[in-house]
């Protein structure tokens, strides 16, 4: 009996011992991963933004002197004011379309499947790809502007206009790359609406439009949050496409935050400076998505 | 799947005789919005197409359809040595990133749902927290960490540093949680070890979710462009996207660059075709976000 026991006392401390290991063991692959490349990074820039590192590798620790610059250059603000204009301009559009489409999907009778993958088809491209035929169709001899042609209207410079149309085609290329994303999480919140509200909507009287304001859209709600605020933070993070179409330009009409950081540090290689850009990438898109938060909770309550 | 589903089972509510042309009215408006939507959508894939093979220089869309169609555009990028290069290198990067991507965050996953260690709460949440920081916040001290380990121009320093997916871990920790006690049970009574369970009972099991977080990571990455951009500095390390981009920079000929695009967007196409339905339904459920 005392072997027994030992045999089982052996066994379940075996057993409990074991797991933690175990546990462990399976994480750490990924753990590895994350703690040299996510965490270490996350903190080193914070750590090369006190610093003025440059390409050698050569630095010296210069304080808050790289903030105190980028709140002197009128560069910073300049692209701060180009990358809030762009979600200015983007992410009502997105919202609009993807609204849009999702309410025609969800209400037309015939063909929904074949819609859907229609309307998402560019979201498996790159912005890459998009940005290069995009460029071709904006052109003065390109795909709009040759179509106007024949109504005798005259080239309508998208790409090298004012900053306003500027920025506005390059919103309307990627609302066309991924819009159908947020579409996708808009058609499945629709189809989470109770049939029997809106039939007694119905029954009531409520015409299309009244039963859209006063009963899709409140009910929508949280999901319609949660489309401004992925759409937000992509906005902000745009790059590929400026990258592509524009090139910060013309005159830096386009040069948006993360165009900065990518200029600083690898046209300039002035490392220091363009991690503290990244920072601040970092706290702008904190704070609008712990607003959006703060708005959608207390929507909740 | 609800596709299917909707398009056999019939109509919820039945208009009355009264109510029919009204409702027909309706749908034609929508359906015609749609087909509206529809064409901004593909118009651009089709004009790719028809510059990809129209004759250089020849008149082409907007002005008029071209005269003539040739492969020619096609089969020059396809036998420009650069142009595979990146190719490869764009496959490599992409087939890479999955198998360990899949492979790592299984493991992780597995260790999260079903394993108590000490930590392992504020480990998951530290990994989800880097969900907040965007990528290009932190690229600089990425690319320098990298750059000291000399890892610019090489493969491992392009793929490895994008191996470290929080997505990835939360979603097959969320699928794995949902599997039932008593199978892990039984594969212990039985005796099965650790590595067993999960090579036998974890991987089979979550099988679909592998699948679906495949496509997705393979888009990810096969479309992936600023941490190329400044990882592959040389021409032949350079992925299909910073290879097509360096194309448009330069002056190619239009006819080749649009010949090069379309033939970068066919593996794409072609995962979209085979798998819409998939990962069109995994959007909603898996809130995978790239």
């Known amino acids: 009996m005392t072997v027994q026991r030992a045999a089982v006392q052996r066994a379940s401390w075996r057993q409990r011992a074991r797991d933690p290991g175990w546990g462990l063991l399976f994480v750490l692959p990924m753990l590895v991963l994350f703690v040299i490349f996510r965490f270490v990074p996350s903190l080193g820039a914070v750590g090369m933004s006190l610093t003025d590192y440059r390409l050698s590798g050569d630095f010296s620790f210069v304080g808050a002197d790289n903030y105190v610059r980028l709140f002197e250059d009128d560069l910073f603000f300049h692209s701060l004011r180009v990358t809030l204009l762009y979600a200015a301009i983007c992410v009502p559009l997105a919202l609009v379309v993807a609204l849009g489409t999702a309410t025609l999907l969800h209400h037309v009778v015939r063909g929904q499947s074949v819609f859907r993958g229609l309307l998402f088809l560019p979201y498996v491209t790159s912005f890459v790809m998009a940005g290069i035929i995009w460029t071709w169709i904006y052109e003065s001899d390109g795909l709009i502007n040759g179509l106007l042609e024949k109504l005798g209207v005259g080239p309508v410079p998208f790409l090298t206009g004012n900053q306003a149309m500027v920025l506005a085609s390059l919103a309307v290329v990627s609302v066309w790359k991924s819009f159908g994303y947020s579409m996708l999480i808009l058609v499945a919140g629709l189809k989470n609406i109770p049939e029997d509200i809106v039939e007694a909507a119905k029954l009531d009287g409520a015409g299309p439009c009244s039963r859209f304001w006063r009963i899709t859209i409140p009910l929508l709600r949280p999901v319609i949050f949660f489309v401004l605020v992925i759409e937000t933070i992509a906005a902000f993070q745009v790059f590929d496409t400026i990258y592509v179409m524009t090139g910060g330009g013309p005159a830096r009409a386009s040069y948006g935050l993360v165009y900065m950081l990518y200029d600083q540090g690898f046209k300039f290689f002035d490392f220091g400076y363009a991690a503290t850009v990244g920072v601040v990438l970092f706290l702008v898109v904190f704070l609008i998505s712990l607003v959006q938060r703060y708005v959608l909770d207390r929507e909740k309550t | ?290």
């Open chain 2, 1 to 290: 799947m609800t596709a299917t589903i909707e398009a056999q089972t019939p109509p919820r509510t039945y208009p009355t005789q009264a109510h029919r042309p009204r409702r027909n009215r309706a749908n034609v408006w929508l359906t015609l919005l749609l087909v509206l939507a529809s064409v901004f959508t593909i118009v651009p894939f089709v004009a790719v197409l028809v510059l990809a093979v129209s004759p250089e220089s020849a008149p082409t869309i907007p002005r008029q359809l071209p005269d003539d169609v040739t492969l020619d555009n096609l089969t020059a990028v396809l036998s420009a040595s650069s142009f595979l290069r990146w190719t490869l290198n764009s496959v490599l990067y992409s087939v890479v990133s999955v198998v360990i991507i899949l492979l790592t965050a299984a493991m992780a996953g597995y260790a999260f749902a079903r394993k108590r260690f000490p930590g392992s709460t504020a480990l998951m949440w530290s990994f989800l927290a880097t969900l907040m920081v965007p990528i290009q916040a932190t690229l600089i001290p990425m690319f320098v960490l990298v750059s000291r380990l000399d890892g610019v121009n090489t493969f491992w320093g392009l793929i490895v540093p994008t191996l470290a997916n929080s997505q990835a871990v939360f979603l097959m920790r969320q699928f794995i949680r949902e599997l039932p006690d008593e199978l892990f049970d039984a594969a212990k009574i039985d005796g099965a070890g650790e590595w067993t369970v999960f090579w036998r009972l974890v991987l089979p099991l979550t099988k679909p979710v592998l699948a679906t977080l495949g496509i997705f990571v393979f888009l990810w990455h096969w479309n992936d462009f600023l941490w190329p951009l400044v990882i592959a500095q040389t021409d032949e390390m350079r992925t299909l996207t910073v290879g097509l981009s360096t194309l448009n920079a330069e002056s190619v000929a239009r006819a080749r660059i649009m010949a090069s695009a379309a033939i970068s967007v066919v593996p794409c196409l072609i995962i979209f075709g085979v798998l819409q339905r998939y990962l069109v339904n995994s959007v909603a459920t898996t809130g995978l976000k790239g």
